[in-house]
């Protein structure tokens, strides 16, 4: 099996789907381990892989091995697989707040090739912002591979590990904050009379396109914006709205408190 995945929860079925479809690795080389028969099954029935209830097997079979399973449960699955884990596999994470030294320090002496990214959820819908960094072990080809597995859920870069923390706050919690603006201009729409589904597909889909005008365009969003702003018209009025409510600064706070909590975190693992 080229790919094995311990623990097949939503981010691990978002990353199985987008290598499967991108046509990366075909269903039929992917292994994967979950401790439920309804995660098992699951999987099963989304991405048509081979599953398991059994890390070990993962370990045994993958040339390539996705921890996806929830950063507290990583020292229990280390002592797990640390004795059957090969020098030649590479270690691919998604865990949060978990370092590649950290990583590297739960196999004790055995020296293991590690790549931690840090997607975030619209990776379930092919549309993935991914960070990814890699300890010394890891080749720049093979650290290349990693990153070109992450092409079929979404977009990826090389990030060093030290703005892992910025990277948690500006792509990886951010589409909390994205949903809060969706709704808040849902619920305005609401009040002017817009039946409500209608509201989210009005709002949902100006967010959106106005990411890809960002992303197409390479345009500096302050002159998208000022495109918008006509003389004297609706849009400025509203832009004068936002500024005087503080809505630049609030975004501002909110992604540095973020970050901040980030690092917090790490630092007390």
């Known amino acids: 099996m080229k790919l ?3 623990g097949c929860g939503n981010m691990a079925n978002a990353i ?43 370990v045994k079979e993958a040339e390539t091995l996705f ?12 002592s797990e697989i640390r004795d059957y884990v090969r020098e030649d596999q590479l270690i691919i994470s998604i865990a949060a707040g978990r370092t590649l030294d950290y990583i590297q320090s739960e196999f004790g002496g055995k020296k293991v090739k590690v790549v931690r990214l840090m ?6 819908v092919g549309e993935g912002m991914t ?21 079929g859920f979404g977009k990826a870069e090389i990030v060093p590990e030290s703005l892992f923390d910025v990277v948690t706050a500006v792509s990886g919690s951010s ?12 619920d305005a729409a609401v009040q002017g009379g817009m039946p409500r589904a209608q509201a989210y597909t009005f709002a949902a889909q100006a967010v959106l396109g ?40 609030a975004v501002f706070e909110c992604v540095k408190a973020c970050t901040e909590k980030s690092a917090e975190m790490r630092k007390s693992k």
């Open 4 to 6: 094995g995945f311990i």
């Open 16 to 58: 199985m789907s987008g290598i499967i479809k991108d046509g990366l690795i075909p269903a039929s080389e992917i292994i994967g381990a979950d401790p439920t028969a309804f995660g098992r099954e699951r999987t099963l029935k989304e991405n048509g892989i081979t599953v398991t209830d059994s890390n070990i097997e993962v």
């Open 67 to 78: 921890f996806t399973i929830k950063p507290q449960y990583f020292h229990q699955m280390i």
């Open 119 to 124: 997607p975030n959820t619209p990776a379930m």
């Open 131 to 151: 960070a990814a960094c890699a300890n010394d072990a890891v080749t720049r080809e093979e650290l290349d591979y990693a990153v070109r597995i992450c092409s």
């Open 175 to 186: 589409p909390a904050y994205v949903f809060m603006f969706i709704e808040a201009m849902a």
């Open 210 to 249: 106005s990411a890809k005008m960002v992303l197409d365009t390479g345009k500096h969003p302050g002159e998208l914006k000022d495109m918008v702003c006509s003389p004297a018209g609706t849009t400025i009025e509203a832009v004068r709205v936002l500024e005087e409510k503080g809505f630049r600064s």
